[in-house]
């Protein structure tokens, strides 16, 4: 990085944390500290509710979970636009209306303490976690690729939007993702602008999409019912849907962002400009993914992006047996590049898909190497090189300043999330455990000041979280596991509280202990793919606690 990078990186992240903390920096109670004053427009609880979800994972895994395998991933969110209108239709106007704080105050009415208690340590529990990867994400990227110490970055992004977080509460949140948002969307722009800047002369973005395709990599819809495929119309508009009704409509991160909101409508017109945005938003980045694949097709790329991979393979035994494998690497590369400055046919098409073949064993087998050498390594060494592509092609190929600005896009979606996430996680403390069991009055003031101090505490279990943290297969796919096991379970619970009106609390608590367990064996034997996880917890809880409830004396119930 040369020195206009960290001047523009810098100036981006100090004007966030800076407006951040001024604008909101008296909350008077805790209307305004948890409900940010009830006095955001539609818009600002759109941008809200879409920053929070585009976590940094966002912009680093996907565009290599797409340069890997394509555009199939964008089906994960068809789910999202239904989930949005049922968000709108039914749980919008009931927190509106019984004007709670978090979304569990409601299952204490509907049901009882214990009940909203475990959905919010259920909450808290996978909250926490990824409050945590939020920060380690895109730490250990940059940490791998720029040099810098991972414990330094893991502390400086947590104590960052700690600072506002901690200042201004749900308000600081809603408006510094205002700016943060239009950063990530002007620097995304502008990292497509220049993918397609650096193709060669004669390659138009319709050849470009015909390389793409010859490569597999547009194939976006999947039929198919295999259930070993994670990523089909089916688990999207199926396992997606619960998730994201999970996600937006149980989940306080979320909850909050348009609890803020100034009327029920400003909420639901929030949501549904979100339903509308963020599927083209996703694909877009997908497709920046697919070009930055198409770019190397006409410029090397390493056999693995992973700097400190190669870096491991370097010093080792297996240095020789890996440079054989980068030699054969680099012949595919050279006569794909051959075939497609050629103007290649359809009838070259298999040839193109052969060589892609040839290229992906040979990854695999430098994957192998790694993993030996990671076996004998002290310090974990990631083969999976998915999260590398993406900041491998801002490092080497943008010019000055604007590989601060596309730095600055991760960092600000790290903040974003993180901030959200501590947001709430401090709210739903404060609000479903600490204040519902201080048995004293206290004043407005001193439930603003736990909720500052629940924070700070959450913000300080994030970054230790980050610390210990270590690499999943793929950054983004782990996040999404984390709430899967998690958000099936308390929707089927929220589902219950609003339509299956005979069942009662104990039921429900009873089941939901049972479905938690369940679900955390069956991720743990791998039946499923994650996704369907959210559909089988929320019949699991539902079918188990009206089995429950039919069996249960009368008796049981009275005494709640």
């Known amino acids: 990085m040369q020195t206009l990078d960290w001047i523009v990186l810098s100036i981006t992240l100090t004007f966030i944390v800076a407006y951040g903390t001024y604008v ?86 509907r049901f009882d303490l214990k009940t909203r208690t475990l959905a919010a340590i259920l909450f808290l529990i996978q909250r926490g976690l990824a409050a945590g990867i939020t920060i380690f994400a895109p730490a250990i990227i940059l940490s791998a690729v720029l ?22 509460g749900t308000k600081a949140v809603n408006v510094t993702q205002k700016q943060q948002m239009i950063i990530i969307f002007v620097g995304m722009l502008i990292a497509f602008y220049m993918i397609m800047s650096q193709l060669p002369a004669d390659i138009t973005f319709s050849k470009a999409l015909k390389i793409a395709g010859a490569s597999g990599k547009m194939e976006v819809l999947d039929f198919s019912f295999d259930l070993n ?68 097709q006409f410029n090397a790329s390493p056999l693995n992006f992973n700097p400190k991979a190669t870096e491991a393979i370097a010093n080792s035994e297996y240095v020789a047996e890996y440079q054989q494998l980068e030699k054969e690497h680099i012949k595919i590369e050279d006569a794909k590049k051959l075939l497609f400055l050629d103007g290649f046919q359809n009838e070259e098409i298999n040839q193109v898909r ?19 050498i990671d076996e004998s ?139 938690q367990a369940i679900i955390i064996w069956v991720f743990k034997i791998d039946w499923l793919p994650y996704l369907w996880l959210n559909l089988l917890g929320c019949v699991l809880v539902m079918g188990i606690a009206m089995i429950l409830q039919l069996f249960m004396p009368k008796s049981v119930d009275e005494i709640e």
């Open 354 to 372: 052969s060589l892609n073949e040839r290229d992906l064993a040979l990854k695999a087998s430098a994957k192998e190497i790694i993993k030996k």
């Open 229 to 296: 495929n994670r990523y089909t119309i089916w688990t999207g508009l199926l396992g997606g849907t619960f998730l994201m009704l999970s996600y937006f409509g149980t989940d306080q991160s979320q909850v909050q962002r348009y609890l803020s909101g100034k009327s029920v409508r400003e909420s639901q017109l929030g949501l549904i400009f979100n339903g509308l945005l963020k599927v083209p938003m996703q694909f877009f980045i997908l497709l920046v993914g697919v070009m930055v694949f198409v770019f190397y």
């Open 24 to 109: 909101t920096r008296k909350s008077a109670n805790v209307q305004d500290y948890i409900k940010g004053g009830n006095d955001s427009k539609w818009w600002t609880i759109g941008l809200s509710v879409m920053a929070t979800q585009a976590s940094a994972i966002t912009f680093l895994s996907t565009p290599g979970q797409a340069f890997h395998s394509g555009m199939g991933f964008v089906q994960f969110y068809f789910g999202l636009p239904i989930a949005m209108v049922i968000i709108c239709v039914v749980f919008i106007p009931i927190y509106h209306k019984l004007k709670v704080y978090t979304a569990y105050e409601f299952l204490e009415g």
């Open 147 to 168: 040099g810098w110490d991972l414990l330094t970055l893991n502390i400086i992004i947590g104590f960052l939007v700690i600072i506002y977080t901690v200042s201004g």
């Open 377 to 515: 390594s002290i310090e974990k060494i990631e083969s999976n090189d998915k999260d590398y592509v993406f900041i491998h092609f801002i490092l080497n190929n943008l010019p000055r300043g604007l590989i601060g600005l596309l730095l600055a896009v991760i960092l600000s979606a790290a903040m974003s999330s993180t901030a959200s996430e501590l947001n709430a996680l401090a709210s739903t403390t404060a609000i479903d455990l600490y204040k519902r069991n201080v048995r004293e009055e206290k004043s407005e003031m001193h439930y603003v000041k736990m909720s500052k101090w629940f924070t700070l505490g959450w913000g300080i279990l994030a970054i230790s979280v980050a610390c210990i943290a270590n690499l999943f297969e793929n950054l983004i796919e782990m996040v999404n596991i984390i709430g899967s096991i998690f958000y099936g379970n308390v929707l089927g619970i929220f589902l219950l509280a609003f339509f299956i009106k005979f069942v009662k609390g104990n039921a429900v608590f009873i089941a939901a202990v049972i479905t």
